[in-house]
């Protein structure tokens, strides 16, 4: 992500506890199998450092490079990946499109919900091959919100994912990015792309509670409601409702969620 780019969800606590469950277990275990002792590692967007710290701990004693647009992040990220006792990772600001790294430098470049985000992320992918060692692998997973489905249906919640798309677009993302990886990733030009893909589910009574105040949360509180009333797509009044349509499916007892992530490993 550029470092002059707005970050569509922006950093309020509902956004950051969905960012710090993440693990490399619950979020990376695609590319697990080529995280090898030794190897180093590039993670773009890192975010709070999670899946970092998980990263870190499988190529010990080998370089991780975490990365993100912005040093607030990054503070968060070295305060959780210390916490796991990590020594083997170094921090820098970064934009995606225009990496400070040499050519060929690291074994992985990897990103996570990441390319979503971005204008250009064909261009992203292009600079992460940049700086991939020759045969390495450049890795990338997102999310396809057109995949998220959801039962009990509330009324009140159903007009979120219509705001979100409006939303993200507006700021240059796409929604739709896990179906798009395996297009982005040959148009910049990799020619050996492995894709798969793998989803979260939420149905216990505590993931419930949580999922729906992290999205049904940012509907009304984040950076998400504050663009979607400053572009016209959501009263105040209307996003508390779809809040209360989160609210309602969450205390539903046979209440359940999924989305699925493309994910791709690319040979550079």
Not at 117 to 135: F, Q, S, T
Not at 178 to 195: C, E, K, P, Y
Not at 229 to 245: C, I, N, S
Request: glycine share 8%; proline share 4%.
């Amino acid at each position: 992500m550029s470092a002059n780019a707005t970050y569509t969800h922006g950093h309020h606590a509902n956004v950051l506890s969905a960012h710090q469950w993440r693990t490399v277990e619950n979020s990376a275990a695609y590319l697990v199998p080529h995280l090898r002792p030794g190897s180093s590692v590039l993670d773009v967007g890192c975010g709070p450092g999670t899946i970092t710290a998980g990263m870190a701990e499988l190529v010990a004693p080998g370089r991780v490079v975490a990365t993100d647009a912005a040093e607030v992040v990054l503070a968060d990220a070295r305060r959780n990946v210390e916490a796991k006792g990590a020594a083997n990772v170094e921090f820098a600001v970064a934009d995606v499109h225009d990496l400070d790294f040499p050519d060929g430098t690291f074994d992985v470049v990897h990103a996570h919900q990441v390319l979503q985000h971005i204008a250009d992320p064909v261009r992203a992918l292009a600079e992460m091959r940049r700086v991939a060692k020759p045969g390495g692998i450049v890795a990338a997973r997102e999310a396809d919100f057109g995949t998220m489905i959801w039962y009990p249906e509330p009324e009140a919640m159903a007009p979120w994912l219509d705001i979100y798309y409006r939303v993200a677009r507006g700021n240059g993302g796409e929604p739709h990015a896990g179906r798009r990886l395996v297009s982005w990733a040959r148009q910049a030009g990799f020619t050996d792309v492995t894709a798969s893909a793998s989803a979260w589910c939420y149905a216990t009574p505590e993931e419930r509670e949580w999922w729906s105040e992290s999205w049904g949360g940012r509907m009304r509180d984040s950076s998400v409601a504050d663009k979607a009333v400053a572009g016209g797509h959501a009263t105040r009044e209307e996003l508390q409702r779809v809040y209360e349509g989160w609210k309602e499916w969450a205390a539903a007892e046979d209440g359940w969620y999924s989305v699925t992530h493309g994910e791709i490993i690319c040979r550079a």
